[in-house]
């Protein structure tokens, strides 16, 4: 679902942001796999195995440390979403509320 569905009757507000998702750079792809290298160098060492043997164990740590960055970024963005649609959702509850107050205070007068 996307954010931009909810109207935003407050968008004029200026310390109103939209929310934005960030992208997952390369770089933070690059650091994860690099994890996973120094975690798979690590736990060769140990297992007092050669650091230099088994190069397919070191492709399958980096991949596994990037994918595992990329799920953690994907889960805090869809955190961040939910945070925001439920923000926009009290904002307009209250200026629902408002509204209704001040159209009272009008019909009284």
Known sequence: ???????R?????????????????????????????VLNAWARSMA???LVAGPVSYVLYSTGMAAVGYSLHAFEQSLYTRQEMQKD??????MALLESTSDEDHSEH
């Open 9 to 37: 009757p407050y968008a004029h507000l200026p310390h109103y942001q939209p929310p934005q998702g960030q992208p997952f750079p390369l770089l933070n792809t690059a650091a994860w796999a690099t994890g996973g290298l």
């Open 1 to 7: 679902m996307s954010t931009s569905s909810v109207p």
């Open 89 to 94: 959702k009290i904002v307009i509850r209250r």
């Open 48 to 50: 007092r195995l050669p």
